[in-house]
């Protein structure tokens, strides 16, 4: 039940673009995303509900396709600051528990 | 966004005690709670889901009488590690959830048990 989560990591220099996909074998209700510096607490990005949206705030968006249920988060001329872990949440249901993916490390260096 | 705050952020036991850690929701009432397990460079493990008023709901492998979790108000949750031994030693996060939406989480518990 576990999403799948690629790549496993990924390394920009800054400017550069990145995508980072979530996938689930089931159904979902919504997609939720994450970013985790080390030793913090995960800090909410995004929400993404069954409808096939798409979803942003800066140069970081995300989308939703209900026919494959994955979720693509989209960063664009990344900053120093993007460096961290993404995990993406899947909820089979409104209201239920979010299981996480494995997380996708991204750095990126000046 | 709306907070969720951790107590202790940090713990250091000796094996056998047990250790409480707090998660309060201190801008929304979160009729359910959600706590998670971390283990180092690892994905956020799900161990239980705690409703106000109500016993808390395990995921499968987690001891629910070493791992106690009260839900005694709308902003208030709490997990108790009982008799703790070393392998329990992991970061502990909490989370709240705001309405039926947004997981907003509390900034974790690092236990070490020696």
């Known amino acids: 039940q576990q999403p799948v989560q690629s790549p496993q990591a990924v390394i920009l220099r800054e400017g550069e673009d990145a995508v980072i996909n979530c996938s689930s074998s089931?159904?979902?209700?919504?997609v939720h995303w994450y970013r985790q510096k080390h030793g913090e607490a995960p800090v909410f990005l995004m929400i993404?509900?069954?409808?096939?949206e798409q979803k942003g705030h800066d140069k970081i968006s995300a989308s939703f396709n209900e026919k494959k249920q994955q979720s693509s988060l989209y960063l664009t001329a990344s900053q120093l600051s993007y460096s961290g872990t993404y995990f993406c949440?899947?909820?089979?249901?409104?209201?239920?528990?979010?299981?996480f993916g494995k997380g996708t490390t991204l750095s990126v260096s000046s | 966004g709306a907070v969720v705050s951790q107590h202790p952020s940090r713990v250091i036991c000796k094996s056998g005690t047990s250790v409480k850690i707090e998660c309060r929701s201190l801008d929304f009432q979160a009729t359910t709670m959600f706590w998670y397990r971390q283990f180092p460079k690892k994905s956020l493990m799900l161990m239980a889901t705690s409703n106000e008023g109500s016993k808390a709901t395990y995921e499968q492998g987690v001891e629910k009488d070493k791992f106690l979790i009260n839900h005694a108000s709308l902003t208030l949750s709490t997990l108790t590690v009982t008799s703790a031994h070393p392998e329990d030693s992991s970061f502990y996060i909490c989370?709240?959830?705001?309405?039926?939406?947004?997981?907003?989480f509390g900034p974790g518990t690092r236990l070490l048990v020696l």
């Open positions: 989370s709240a959830r705001e309405g039926s939406m947004v997981q907003y």
């Open positions: 993404l509900l069954k409808g096939g």
């Open positions: 949440g899947t909820e089979i249901q409104a209201g239920t528990a979010l299981i």
């Open positions: 089931k159904a979902l209700y919504s």
